[in-house]
């Protein structure tokens, strides 16, 4: 497995290998299963696959976790080069912004960061997008893998690839989960054995959404109350608990193809997860 750690590395990889058709897995490293399952989705439909690994200091708030954010290089290695990664790209701080932090050019999408986690997180998406595009920009694959488990930034980075006409296909993976249900993340390693048991009130709560509008429960605003307690009595600090639609529009009862989405703090880990909530329209009015 090729090791890449600045644009002109990529540059010379590119010049020199038949990549054909090529696919970006984006993470922050600190690899688990989920990202397996985007590196899987990468094979099957491209020629090369390249996984980046990039701690991005810009989509970090002030008081969040950019510090202790968990680093293994060697063990990210490891996984990649088992699972047939092709190349990994793991540029310093320095070589992704050169110019440093304060010169960096950033990417806005307006609107779809203005709801759920971009509430929470002020200038979280305009960090990840302006990134993204930098990997984009950098390593020209022809798709990209972002998984469902952040359903919201996948929703943001295809609008910026139409918006901006990049022609790269953005594919969403289905969430990989731990046996109870719990979606797997780095973060998880934060979580207290006590926490652990706690978390899976999260997923237990979106599923709960997800049944009562699979059995026609319109009332969007009390299934969000319930599951807001839900999550409130096993010791979340709550910061969303919401219905949308699909494309994250609010929801309605001429609408189908829901999503029920929710975040919130477990001591040090802010958790996130989503469901999807299938649904047909109660009426055409
Ligand atoms: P991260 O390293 O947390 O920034 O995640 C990198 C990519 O892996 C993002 O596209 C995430 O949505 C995806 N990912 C993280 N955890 C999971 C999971 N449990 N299932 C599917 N995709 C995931």
Known sequence: MQELFSRHDVDVWRRHTAVGRV??????????TGHMRLVEAARADCDTV?????VNPLQFGPEEDYDNYPHDYAGDYDQLKAAGVDAVFAPSVEAMYPRGLAAATFVEVPELTDILCGVH??????????????????IRPNAAFFGEKDFQQLAVIRRMADDLAMDIDVRGVAIEREADGVARSSRNAYLTGDQRE??????????EAAVCIADGDRDFAA?????????TEAGFDVDYFEVRTAELDPPSVNKSNFRVLAAGWLGAARLIDNVAAPGTPVSAC
């Open 23 to 32: 696919g970006l897995v984006p993470t922050m490293g600190s690899l688990h």
């Open 50 to 54: 390249i996984a980046s690994i990039f």
């Open 121 to 138: 997180r002020p200038g979280h998406f305009r960090g990840v997008v302006s990134v993204v595009a930098r990997l984009f920009n950098q």
């Open 198 to 207: 706690r978390a899976l009130a999260l997923n237990r709560a979106l599923n």
């Open 223 to 231: 299934i969000e109350r319930r599951g807001h307690a839900r999550m």
